[in-house]
């Protein structure tokens, strides 16, 4: 008997030790109003909260082409053939952050 009272203590002991244990916190995700941010991060602005668009906008176009989409786009050699087809992908790149939003970046905490 004695056995049984011991052995039920320690689970007890073992349970609510076990449950006081904190929990994890919890995951929020938001939306960015992307048509918004789009309007108000156009480059070169130069804030904190554009970082990701700009980000993204070196992942996909090169140095020249952001210098012809932003810049003087006719002191580029490049101007009279490539600007139409390279205004087009920049207004479907847009279109797709604007519909889908910015890719999250994606942190793991251990």
Not at 22 to 51: F, K, S, T, Y
Request: hydrophobic share 45%.
């Amino acid at each position: 008997m004695n056995k049984s009272l011991l052995a039920l203590g320690l689970c007890a002991v073992a349970g609510v030790a076990a449950a006081q244990d904190p929990m994890l916190e919890p995951i929020v995700v938001q939306r960015i109003n992307a048509a918004r941010m789009i309007a108000d991060c156009a480059p070169p602005n130069g804030a904190p909260a554009c970082a990701r668009l700009h980000e993204l906008i070196r992942e996909n176009f090169s140095e020249r082409e952001i210098g012809m989409l932003f810049g003087a786009a006719t002191a580029y050699q490049e101007y009279p053939t490539s600007y139409e087809r390279l205004r087009t992908r920049y207004v479907a790149f847009l279109d797709d952050v604007a519909i889908n939003g910015l890719p999250t970046e994606v942190s793991y905490r251990y």
